[in-house]
C-alpha cells in the first residue's frame, strides 16, 4: 500500500561536539520519507523554494519516492534550519530557522495521492495538517506528529486534529506538557483520552511507549555507541513504523508492535551519519539483521 | 545459595508532591534485602543506633532474613536520610542526611556469613566495601553499588574495588561521570575496562543496561504510572537481580538476562508505595505474573 506524507523538506546545517556539516537534505517529511521507503512506495507533498538544489530531490526521487507533490515556488526560499547539539547529543539549540515557503505552506493534494490508505502528517500548524486531512477522506490509517510549539500556541486546534485522527507519534517532553503530568504511563493514557486511538511517546535514546485500546508497553531503543546526528530520528522512527505498516496494509495490534519495533531501529541507523548519510548506506537487509539482534536482546 | 549483603539500614523521611512520611525503614541494604527475600535466604550485615526500632528489625527477621550480622551500637545513631522528591519523581533533593554510625561503619563478617558464595557491597566507601570483600575472599559471585561521592572523593580506591569484583552496578548519572561521556553505550563499555566483568547501568523509568564479554544490551522498565516513591528502586533493582541469581546459582549470560528482568520488576514494585509498603504487599506469585506481561511486552 502506498503511504502519503505531508510534512516539511528543508536545509540543514548542523553542528555537533565533533563536526560541523551545511547544506544538508533534512526536514521531517525527508527523513521520514526516506524511512519509510525501505517498505513501500512513498508520496511525499511539501514546498520548497527556488533555491532548492535539485540533487536533493533526485536523491528522493532515485530513490523510489514519488517527489512530484514538493511544490516549487520560484521566488520564494526553502526552510533552512540550524542547530548545534549538546555534548549529551540530546539537547539541541537552534541557531537559526527560516521557515520561508514552509511558514505559508498550504497542501494542496493531487488527486491520485488523494487514494492513499496511509497516510502521515508531519509536524505542522494543527490547521494545516487538518487541511491536508479534509483532503484525504478515504484514508485507512491517518498519524500525526506534532511539537511544543503547537501545544503552547494553538491548543483548540490540536485537540479538534486529535478527534480526526488515528494515532499520535509526539515526543516525551511534548507529551508531557500536553498532559500536565511528569509520568510518562499517565500521559500517554491522558493523550489517548483527548481522541487518538493510539499514541506513541518517542523518548529518543530510551526507545518509545505505545498506548492503545487494550495495551501499553515499552520498547526501547537499540544501544549504539555511534551517535552522530540525531536529527531525524523521531521521524525515521515515524517513517519506519508507518512504511512497515502500508506494506502489510494492517495495523493489528501484532503489526503495530512490529511496525515500533521497526521504527527503532530504522531509528537507530540514522542517528549514525549526519542527515540521511547512514541511511543511504544500508539496506533493508541490514535492517533485518538488526531486528534479529534486537529480538534476541528482548528475549530472555 | 545465600546471599550475602553489607550495606546501610537506616530512618527514612520521605516527601513526594504528593504526601510525606516519617520513620520509615529504609536503607540500600533493607531494599536490597528485601527484593532478594523473594528469590533466596539473605543474610544481612549492617550498623544501628541505639535510637533503632526494634519493629524494622522484626519485619526483616519474619521475612527470613538474617539480621544476625546488624550490629547494634547503643550510644550511636542509626542512619537518617530525609529527602524531597521533585514533581517528575526522578530528581530528587536530600534536606537532611545524618550518618552517625553508618559512617564509622567497619563491616565484621561473622565466619557462617563468610561463606556466603553470592555478595553484594552496597553502596559506602570503597574502602569499606574492600574491607567487607576481603572477608569473603571465597565468594563465587561479588557485585558492588556505588555513588557520585565515591566517584569524585575516592576516585583511586574505587578503581582498586573495580580490579576485585565480578560486577558493578550504578546508575545512568553516576555512570557518565565515571566515564566522562555522555553515550551510555559507551559508558558501559569504558566502566566495563576499569575492572568488573560486567557492569549494569540503572536508567530508572527507562530500565537498565547491561555490559557483559560478549553481549551489550538494554531493557526497558516495566511501565506503571503508579510512581507513589522511587526511594530504594535501584536497591531493590540490585536484591531482584542478585536474588535470582543466588537462587538459580548460575551466572551465565542467560541466567544474568532473566536475573535483570526480574531485577526491573520488583524495582516496579518498590515504586507503588512508601518504603517497603507495597513489597510487604505482594508475593513471588506477582512478580511472576509481571513478569509474564513483561515478556510478552517485549515479544514482537
Given at each position: 500500500?502506498?503511504?502519503?506524507?505531508?510534512?516539511?523538506?528543508?536545509?540543514?546545517?548542523?553542528?555537533?561536539?565533533?563536526?560541523?556539516?551545511?547544506?544538508?537534505?533534512?526536514?521531517?517529511?525527508?527523513?521520514?520519507?526516506?524511512?519509510?521507503?525501505?517498505?513501500?512506495?512513498?508520496?511525499?507533498?511539501?514546498?520548497?523554494?527556488?533555491?532548492?538544489?535539485?540533487e536533493h530531490t533526485e536523491l528522493l526521487r532515485q530513490r523510489g519516492i514519488d517527489v512530484s507533490g514538493i511544490q516549487v515556488i520560484p521566488d520564494g526560499k526553502s526552510f533552512r534550519w540550524t542547530g548545534r547539539y549538546e555534548r549529551n547529543m540530546n539537547d539541541r539549540e537552534t541557531l537559526d530557522i527560516e521557515l520561508d515557503v514552509f511558514g505559508r505552506f498550504e497542501p494542496s493534494i493531487s488527486d491520485s495521492f488523494r487514494r492513499a490508505k496511509y497516510v502521515f502528517l508531519g509536524n505542522a500548524a494543527p490547521v494545516t495538517q487538518l487541511r491536508a486531512l479534509e483532503q484525504v477522506a478515504g484514508s485507512r490509517l491517518a498519524v500525526a506528529d506534532t511539537m511544543e510549539l503547537w501545544i503552547q500556541t494553538t491548543h483548540d486546534d490540536l485537540l479538534e486534529l486529535f478527534k480526526r485522527i488515528d494515532g499520535l507519534v509526539l515526543n516525551d517532553s511534548e507529551a508531557k506538557m500536553l498532559a500536565d503530568t511528569d509520568n510518562l504511563v499517565l500521559a500517554g493514557h491522558r493523550i489517548r483520552s483527548m481522541g487518538?486511538?493510539?499514541?506513541?511517546?518517542?523518548?529518543?535514546?530510551?526507545?518509545?511507549?505505545?498506548f492503545g485500546e487494550h495495551e501499553t508497553y515499552v520498547l526501547p531503543a537499540f544501544p549504539t555507541e555511534r551517535v552522530v546526528d540525531p536529527t531525524g530520528a523521531g521521524d525515521s522512527f515515524a517513517g519506519g513504523l508507518m512504511g512497515y505498516l502500508a506494506e502489510q496494509d494492517n495495523f493489528d495490534p501484532e503489526?503495530?508492535?512490529?511496525a515500533m519495533a521497526y521504527g527503532i531501529l530504522v531509528a537507530s541507523f540514522n542517528v549514525e551519519g549526519f542527515g540521511l548519510e547512514r541511511m543511504c548506506e544500508i539496506t533493508r537487509d541490514d535492517i533485518t539483521e538488526r531486528l534479529d539482534a534486537y529480538r534476541k536482546m528482548l528475549s530472555f
Open positions: 500500500m502506498s503511504l502519503l506524507v505531508v510534512g516539511s523538506v528543508a536545509i540543514d546545517n548542523i553542528e555537533t561536539p565533533q563536526a560541523r556539516r551545511d547544506n544538508l537534505l533534512g526536514g521531517s517529511a525527508t527523513h521520514f520519507a526516506y524511512a519509510a521507503s525501505f517498505f513501500t512506495s512513498v508520496q511525499l507533498v511539501s514546498v520548497v523554494g527556488g533555491d532548492w538544489p535539485a487518538p486511538k493510539f499514541v506513541v511517546i518517542k523518548k529518543g535514546e530510551h526507545g518509545a511507549m505505545f503489526t503495530l508492535k512490529s
